[in-house]
């Protein structure tokens, strides 16, 4: 069986519905693959996602203010305006929720198993963060702590399995992730298609 993790940049590079997580999915169902998504992978890409989509919601509310101030006080259409303002708010949390669900119907469907983060593995995780090893570029870079994480979930996979694929983007990270020895390591799920075991 092949393994293969997929990491955030990969996600919101694909979308869930694209032809290559569509052709993954049906390789997960008839037993070819196993998709792994670590848990930090799946919050980024969700409230990536939550944030993007409240930020449209904010801009257009402030196009209807916008529009309602060119308006007369008495004209009724200020009064739809802020009818529609107030259903753009309303549906800030209809939109999380809608995310969320759409992440979790994907990985149900796609028979994607998702990795937790080992708490025991915190202590070392901090060492790594203060002498700038492992999947730190270098001392005290907190912006590296997510993908310290990823990487604990991946070397944890990588100790149970002969041979594990990753398809990811990050290039800082991928150099440290080159170390391990049983990680093959795709820039995209097309270059991880076109690999000769595939």
Not at 54 to 63: G, T, Y
Not at 109 to 137: H, M, N
Request: proline content about 3%.
């Amino acid at each position: 069986m092949i393994h293969i993790v997929l990491d955030t940049n990969i996600l919101h590079q694909e979308g869930l519905e694209s032809r290559n997580m569509q052709l993954l999915s049906k390789l997960s169902n008839s037993g070819e693959l196993k998709i792994y998504v670590p848990e930090i992978v799946k919050r980024e890409f969700v409230s990536k996602r939550t944030l993007e989509s409240h930020e449209k919601l904010i801009e257009a509310k402030n196009a209807l203010i916008e529009i309602s101030k060119k308006l007369l006080k008495n004209d009724p259409l200020r009064e739809t305006l802020s009818e529609q303002e107030k259903s753009l708010t309303s549906m800030a949390d209809s939109v999380s929720n809608a995310l969320k669900a759409q992440f979790e119907n994907w990985a149900s469907e796609a028979s994607a198993v998702e990795l937790k983060a080992d708490p025991a593995a915190l202590d070392s995780i901090i060492d790594s963060y203060f002498s700038g090893t492992g999947a730190f570029r270098k001392p005290k870079n907190r912006e590296d702590f997510p993908d310290a994480f990823v990487n604990q979930c991946i070397e944890s996979l990588a100790n149970k399995h002969d041979k594990i694929y990753i398809a990811i983007k990050d290039t800082a990270f991928k150099k440290h992730l080159e170390t391990i020895p049983n990680i093959t390591l795709s820039d995209s799920l097309k270059d991880f298609f076109q690999l000769e075991e595939l």
